[in-house]
Every structure is written in structure tokens, then in C-alpha cells.
């Protein structure tokens, strides 16, 4: 928060998806770095049991942790992780929004990224970086088998497409609920079929979702530079990706966000290339 409150050269309103308690220490923290900056800025908070009751009321979301999530990895089944999904119910009265992990720190102005809505075409319903690691190489494995000349999995600067990072996200929340495509994922017959067309089975929650979707209609996204998330995990180059980890991994260019992901340490304030 300190960073985003550093930068901002506009009013915030942040809402915190989290726990009654957890919200009474991150508004005194909050309060304490809003008196140093002297900033506008409204703290919101949401329940993260309002969360899970509103997640769980769908009858999708079971579906949507069987494709999407790993029993090995018991993190990611969390409804939190598919609640981009159900905005509407969870923040009624917004048009539009920036979702963003705790692990993101901000080196430039909220307001520049909040721009990127103007640039949405009508068909846009969400904004995203690419991923920056093979993970959706490794996943799509067996479909680039019989499909050689696939883009899907291959890395941007070689003209593929990677997958999605839903770290940072521009939500148009009126779109999401409206959109017919989206909400045909949402049911087994197309989640199924769709799935096993790519053999593709995830582990990343709604961001799995999202990029799957994206293999069919990639019109419904819009593709931020990945400068707004600068991932910096690298588990993957360890994973038999060595000689290709870097052809992902590449983000040049002044780094708006950071994002710490798979617990990575964040820079010193050194430019990451």
C-alpha cells in the first residue's frame, strides 16, 4: 500500500479482501502511511467469509475447482481464487475495477494504469499481463504434441501466446456479467469439451480460467505491457526450461509493478530487465 499511496496522483479507494481482524491492522498500518503521504484515500473492507459465501452459493464453483485446481495444491481451491468471478455480487455499485495481489509493489502512478480502460475496444471485458514463465508450454504439452505449429504456449517475443498472469487485472465488472462467452465456460459441457480439446487441466484458480478462454477468444482481452507485472518468479527455470526460461521471462523497459510471486524476494528498487 505504501506504494501505491508513494505514487498516486489520484483519490484511491481500496478495497481489502480479508478477515475482520487482519482488516484492524492493515487500516491502522494504512492510516499511518496516509498521514506520511497525505493522500486521498478511502479504505474499504470486504469479508473474505462474504467472499466464500457468495462463491459458494454458485453452483459453478465446485466446477471451476475441479478443472482449475490441484488437490495437491489445497491453496488455490480457496473460493477466493475464482472471485473475480462473482464481482458483481461482491462489490455491487462498481463499473469497473483493478484487482491486484498482495505481492505487487508499485513503482509508478496508479492513475497511468487506470488509463488502459480508454483504451478498451468493445469487445474488451478485462485487461492482463502475459505470463511470464512456460507454464502454459508445460500445460499445453501433449496439444503441441499433435499440434506442432501452434502459437499456443510459445513465448510473446517469439509471437506466441504465453497464457495469462492474473496478478494485476483490469475488470469492466458490467462486461464480466454480461458476457455470454464467459458464462458458457461456466458450464460443464463447455469446460469439458474445451479442456480436453487443449488436454489442458490447470492449478492457478481463475487465471487458468481466463487464459483457456483466451485460446478461443482472445478478443475479449486486452493485453497490458508486461511492465505492469513484472513477475519475478522463477520456478519454472529450474523444471527442465533452462534453455528457454528467458525467452518468457524478458520484460525491458521501465517496471511499473513488481509482483513477487512463488514467494519471490522483491528488488531493492533495482530495475529488473
Same mark, same amino acid.
Given at each position: 500500500m505504501d506504494s501505491i499511496l508513494a505514487y498516486s496522483s489520484i483519490p484511491v479507494r481500496l478495497h481489502i479482501v480479508t478477515d475482520e481482524e487482519s482488516f484492524k491492522v492493515a487500516s491502522r498500518i494504512i492510516d499511518a502511511l496516509v498521514k506520511v503521504h497525505q493522500k486521498s484515500f478511502e479504505v474499504v473492507f470486504v469479508s473474505t467469509e462474504k467472499v466464500r459465501l457468495l462463491s459458494a452459493e454458485e453452483s459453478t464453483l465446485s466446477l471451476l475447482q475441479e478443472f482449475f485446481t490441484s488437490r495437491s495444491q489445497v491453496y488455490y481451491r480457496d473460493p477466493l481464487f475464482f472471485f473475480s468471478l462473482f464481482l458483481y455480487d461482491i462489490l455491487p455499485g462498481l463499473k469497473r475495477v483493478i484487482l491486484m495481489d498482495i505481492d505487487v509493489r508499485f513503482e509508478a502512478d496508479i492513475a497511468?494504469?487506470?488509463?488502459?480502460?480508454?483504451?478498451?475496444?468493445?469487445?474488451?471485458?478485462?485487461?492482463?499481463?502475459?505470463?511470464?514463465?512456460?507454464?502454459?508450454?508445460?500445460?499445453?504439452?501433449?496439444?503441441?504434441? #499433435?499440434?506442432?505449429?501452434?502459437?499456443? $504456449?510459445?513465448?510473446?517475443?517469439?509471437? %506466441?501466446?504465453? =497464457?495469462?498472469?492474473?496478478?494485476?487485472?483490469?475488470?469492466?465488472i458490467e462486461r464480466l456479467k454480461q458476457s455470454a462467452v464467459i458464462k458458457s465456460y461456466l458450464e460443464r459441457s463447455v469446460l469439458y469439451g474445451r479442456s480436453d480439446h487443449y488436454k489442458f487441466r490447470g492449478d492457478l484458480g481463475d487465471q487458468d480460467l481466463y487464459t483457456l478462454i483466451a485460446f478461443d477468444h482472445p478478443e475479449l482481452f486486452y493485453t497490458l505491457p508486461c511492465q505492469w507485472n513484472r513477475q519475478l518468479c522463477q520456478w519454472w527455470r529450474d523444471k527442465g526450461y533452462a534453455h528457454?526460461? #528467458?525467452?518468457?521471462?524478458?520484460?525491458? $523497459?521501465?517496471?511499473?509493478?513488481?509482483? %513477487?510471486?512463488? =514467494?519471490?524476494?522483491?528488488?531493492?528498487?533495482?530495475?529488473?530487465?
Open positions: 497511468e494504469l487506470e488509463t488502459y480502460f480508454s483504451r478498451f475496444e468493445s469487445s474488451h471485458v478485462m485487461a492482463m499481463t502475459h505470463e511470464l514463465s512456460p507454464a502454459y508450454l508445460h500445460a499445453l504439452e501433449r496439444y503441441r504434441k #499433435d499440434n506442432p505449429h501452434t502459437r499456443l $504456449g510459445s513465448a510473446s517475443s517469439e509471437g %506466441g501466446f504465453p =497464457g495469462y498472469n492474473s496478478g494485476i487485472m483490469l475488470v469492466d528457454i526460461f #528467458d525467452r518468457y521471462f524478458a520484460c525491458s $523497459g521501465r517496471i511499473k509493478v513488481y509482483h %513477487g510471486n512463488c =514467494g519471490s524476494v522483491m528488488p531493492s528498487k533495482v530495475k529488473v530487465n
